[in-house]
Every structure is written in C-alpha cells, then in structure tokens.
C-alpha cells in the first residue's frame, strides 16, 4: 500500500517536473508570422518527446499537455488555443510513450526509440495542421488563405520535428541509464500501466479539452462574424460619405461656390 501511494507521488511529480521543461523550452523559440496565424520554431516539442519516451503513455502524455497548455494560457497571442495545444501535445508524448517499448528480450533499441520519436512528432503535426485549416476559415480567411497557413505551418513544423528527434533521442539514451540508478525507476520505460491510461484525471482533462475547444471554436466563429459585420457597415459608411462629398463637389460647381481654404482663415 505504502509502495503505491509512494509511485504514485512519484509520478505526479514526474509529470509536474517534465511539464516543467515542456513550459520553458517552449520559451526558446522565435516566430514565423505567415499571414493570418503565427508559427514557431521551439524547444517545447523536443520536450514533449523526451516525456514521452523516458516514461509510459500517460504520464509523457499529460506532461507534454500540461506543459504546452501553461504556455498558451500564459501568452496572449496562443490562450485561446490551449485547449486544443493540450489534445495536440498529449497525442505527441502519448504516443511516443507507448511505442518506445521494450522487446521480447526486454530491451528498447534505439530504432525503436527513433520510430517512437517519429511517430510522435507525425501524429502531432497532423493534428496542428487540421487546427491551422480550420481557424483561418473560422476567422473569416478563403480556403486558399488556410492552405496556405497550412504549408508554412507544414514547412516550420517539419523543422520543428527534425530538430525534436534529434534532441530528444540523445538526451532519452543519455538520461535513461541515469535515472534508473534514482527513485524514479519504476517510472522509466513502463511495462505496463496499472490503471491504465484512461484514469479519472486524464478523461477529466481531456473531455474538459474537448468542451474548451467546442466553445474556443464557437467563440471565435462568432467573434469573427461580429468583425466581418463591423468591417463591412464601415466600408458602407465609407462609400455613403464618398458619395456625399461628390454630391456636395458638383453642387458647389452648379452654384458658382467657392471654398475657402481653412489654412487660410487660420492665419488671418
């Protein structure tokens, strides 16, 4: 009893610890504005990917979610999107996680952990890709616009990918020799998950992910709607004006009337 009450603080604090790196290598990046959204090249998947190989499915997942989300919430250029980040990142680590296992002689070569990384950057990419489509139709953009958000998001992802495996595989060999000699080696490399991955707390977060994003998406759809209807009662009142003006111009032509020139006044 003592020894599962003790694992299970221990693997709170691991998720707590590599969200941690998860929320700061997300800070080491610089951006790439492609017209209607902004993308980046960062640190924070090469993070994500780590979590997920060094420990099992859920517990990378939920570090490499909780890590990416904090991040959103706390820039005001991504907060609206962290719930769908959440989903995203999980899906990375998780996956990663599950297929960095052992083999029938109990060991993790290092193709496997290579397929894992990959796989894990793949399903991540897919899943930001889908989300780019569809905010730039969400905000009011053509569908030519959306695809092309999506290539450059496609071409900065695919950096970010190449970047993440190359960083996270290393440190994963590096690290892992390392820590099964620490309290956390139960944790390293799971066999198996005792309750599973669908537990109470990542069901909670992630049916409370997918309620987010229902109304995220909502939200702006609307949001968007509201923008598109001031956008274009400005540009009606602009033409109404222009029109006006024209009016007034050919009926001072018709009656002979002549302006005088304000500068002018001023200065007598």
């Not at 083999?103 to 780019?132: C, D, F």
Request: proline share 3%.
């Amino acid at each position: 009893m003592e020894r599962s009450a003790s694992n299970k603080i221990m693997k709170i604090v691991t998720v707590g610890l590599m969200a941690a790196l998860v929320f700061v290598g997300n800070y080491l990046s610089f951006p790439i504005p492609n017209g209607f959204l902004v993308s980046r090249i960062h640190l924070g998947n090469s993070m994500c990917l780590l979590a997920g190989l060094l420990f099992c499915g859920s517990t990378g997942g939920l570090a490499s979610g909780i890590g990416g989300a904090l991040y959103d919430l706390l820039n005001p250029a991504y907060i609206l999107s962290s719930p769908y980040t959440f989903i995203s990142k999980f899906a990375m680590g998780f996956v990663a996680g599950k297929l960095n296992r052992r083999n029938s002689e109990g060991k993790i070569t290092v193709r496997t952990t290579m397929l894992a990384a990959v796989t894990g950057q793949l399903v991540y990419i897919v899943l930001y890709l889908i989300k780019s489509f569809f905010t730039v139709l969400i905000i009011g953009g053509t569908a030519e616009a959306a695809w092309t958000a999506v290539g450059t998001n496609a071409v900065t992802s695919s950096i970010n990918a190449v970047i993440s495996v190359i960083i996270s595989v290393p440190l994963y060999i590096a690290l892992r020799s390392a820590l099964t000699k620490t309290p956390i080696k139960p944790l390293i490399n799971e066999k198996t998950e005792s309750k599973g991955y669908f537990n109470p707390v990542t069901v909670g977060l992630i049916a409370f992910a997918f309620v987010t994003v229902t109304v995220y998406t909502i939200n702006l759809s609307a949001q968007s709607k509201l923008e598109k209807k001031d956008m274009e009662e400005k540009e009606a009142l602009e033409q109404r004006l222009e029109d006006y003006e024209m009016k007034l111009d050919h009926l001072y032509k018709e009656l002979d009337i002549k302006i005088p020139d304000a500068s002018l006044s001023e200065e007598n």
